[in-house]
């Protein structure tokens, strides 16, 4: 397998640029996330990376070696397509061993590799069947088993489960990702769902009109967004938006929301103006003793918890709280929130402000 490293990568078509000046580093063997809204470049840099598009300037190294403008022939890389894009005349057998026997390899090898992969997928029984006949999910099977064939340096994956329903997916997200620990293989997989992103890779970047909004780990992404973008489209529901303006010291652990004080982590610089407060709505609780108000609005019931909108003096809120929990709409109710967790943004750029929480953002400046 390979590490693939992109640096200054970027793409025109004529007057428009799908992606701008995008650098990062796929590790060997790592399950690597390509995440964002339609259009925001994230399809584009996949087929770049594939050889299927030819990159304006930039560099792309796939173990080692600068790959930018080579063909797709010239790679040593699997895609795995959307929509399968199965040969329906042939059956599922000769549809997996179909790059083998192109490339020559002798029949008992390929005999060999397709049984191996037919284990790996646990489509043994299905060998000599149709494609045409096949469910979704073993089609995508079928797929993944013509790319896994070959032993490529790399498997480049967009949307590979995009056709699927939604409960079929999320069990071929769980085996997708099993294959993928098993195998240890270099994986790139575009998707704008930000629940699989968090559910199968190891990184994200996560993209927007072209640009990387952000790069790192599920988790440091969930709980430390760079931008509100990020902070708006990961998470269900997205971060809670509270704007308001203020002057803040370095190391003030204190903002205030019309009038009340709200906990923040410890700001590493100084800041003047006008702020974004970011919370998610698991971090507040419904608490009558808490100064800051709101009134329910709508609950929506989700079994052991449930999501409760309310309306405050700073905008609509999102709170997760227990089930267990009474909220009727009508209700006035005190929220608090756990500020440590909390996200301060620079309202004008969107970027974070640099905190505890965010030490190495800088939102301004």
């Given at each position: 397998?390979?590490?693939?490293?992109?640096?200054?990568?970027r793409?025109?078509?004529?007057?428009?640029?799908?992606?701008q000046?995008?650098?990062?580093?796929?590790?060997?063997?790592?399950?690597?996330?390509?995440?964002?809204?339609?259009?925001?470049?994230?399809?584009?840099?996949?087929?770049?990376?594939?050889?299927l598009?030819?990159?304006t300037?930039?560099?792309?190294?796939?173990d080692?070696?600068?790959?930018?403008?080579?063909?797709?022939?010239?790679?040593?890389?699997?895609?795995?397509?959307?929509?399968f894009?199965?040969?329906?005349?042939?059956?599922?057998?000769?549809?997996?061993?179909?790059?083998?026997?192109?490339?020559?390899?002798?029949?008992?090898?390929?005999?060999?590799?397709v049984?191996?992969v037919?284990?790996?997928?646990?489509?043994?029984?299905?060998?000599?069947?149709?494609?045409s006949?096949?469910?979704?999910?073993?089609?995508?099977?079928?797929?993944?088993?013509?790319?896994?064939?070959?032993?490529?340096?790399c498997?480049?994956?967009?949307?590979?489960?995009?056709?699927?329903?939604?409960?079929f997916?999320?069990?071929?997200?769980?085996?997708?990702?099993?294959?993928?620990d098993?195998?240890?293989?270099?994986?790139?997989?575009?998707?704008?769902?930000?629940?699989?992103?968090?559910?199968?890779?190891?990184?994200?970047?996560?993209?927007?009109?072209?640009?990387?909004?952000?790069?790192?780990?599920p988790?440091?992404?969930?709980?430390?967004?760079?931008?509100?973008f990020?902070?708006?489209?990961?998470?269900?529901?997205?971060?809670?938006?509270l704007?308001?303006?203020?002057?803040?010291?370095?190391?003030?652990?204190?903002?205030?929301?019309?009038?009340?004080?709200?906990?923040?982590?410890?700001?590493?610089?100084?800041?003047?103006?006008?702020?974004?407060?970011?919370?998610?709505?698991?971090?507040?609780?419904?608490?009558d003793?808490?100064?800051y108000?709101?009134?329910?609005i709508?609950?929506?019931?989700?079994?052991?918890?449930?999501?409760?909108t309310?309306s405050?003096?700073?905008?609509?809120?999102?709170?997760?709280?227990?089930?267990?929990?009474?909220?009727?709409?009508?209700?006035?109710v005190?929220l608090?929130?756990?500020?440590?967790?909390?996200?301060?943004?620079?309202?004008?750029?969107?970027?974070?402000?640099?905190?505890?929480?965010?030490?190495?953002?800088?939102?301004?400046?």
């Amino acid at each position: 397998m390979a590490e693939i490293v992109i640096k200054n990568l970027r793409k025109e078509f004529g007057s428009f640029t799908a992606v701008q000046s995008s650098s990062f580093k796929i590790e060997d063997g790592e399950f690597f996330m390509l995440l964002g809204p339609s259009g925001c470049g994230k399809t584009t840099t996949l087929r770049m990376i594939a050889g299927l598009e030819l990159p304006t300037s930039g560099e792309i190294y796939i173990d080692g070696q600068e790959v930018g403008q080579k063909p797709a022939s010239q790679r040593d890389i699997a895609f795995v397509f959307q929509m399968f894009a199965l040969y329906p005349h042939m059956n599922v057998r000769k549809n997996i061993s179909y790059p083998l026997v192109s490339q020559g390899m002798p029949k008992a090898q390929v005999k060999e590799k397709v049984a191996e992969v037919a284990r790996i997928l646990g489509i043994e029984d299905i060998l000599n069947s149709s494609v045409s006949g096949l469910s979704g999910g073993d089609r995508q099977r079928v797929a993944l088993g013509r790319a896994i064939v070959r032993d490529p340096k790399c498997f480049l994956m967009d949307e590979p489960l995009g056709a699927l329903d939604a409960e079929f997916r999320e069990h071929m997200a769980e085996e997708l990702r099993a294959l993928h620990d098993r195998m240890g293989a270099t994986t790139v997989y575009v998707t704008h769902d930000q629940l699989e992103a968090m559910q199968m890779g190891d990184k994200i970047v996560v993209m927007n009109h072209g640009v990387i909004e952000q790069f790192g780990a599920p988790q440091d992404i969930y709980d430390k967004p760079a931008t509100m973008f990020v902070a708006d489209f990961i998470g269900s529901p997205p971060m809670n938006f509270l704007r308001f303006h203020e002057s803040l010291d370095v190391g003030a652990t204190t903002a205030h929301l019309h009038g009340e004080a709200v906990e923040i982590p410890a700001l590493r610089e100084a800041f003047d103006g006008d702020m974004v407060y970011g919370i998610r709505p698991e971090h507040i609780r419904l608490d009558d003793a808490a100064g800051y108000r709101g009134e329910v609005i709508a609950t929506e019931y989700l079994g052991t918890t449930q999501i409760v909108t309310l309306s405050t003096s700073n905008g609509e809120v999102k709170a997760r709280i227990s089930s267990d929990q009474i909220a009727k709409v009508g209700d006035k109710v005190g929220l608090s929130f756990n500020g440590t967790t909390a996200t301060l943004f620079d309202n004008q750029s969107g970027r974070a402000i640099r905190s505890a929480l965010n030490e190495g953002v800088l939102s301004h400046g």
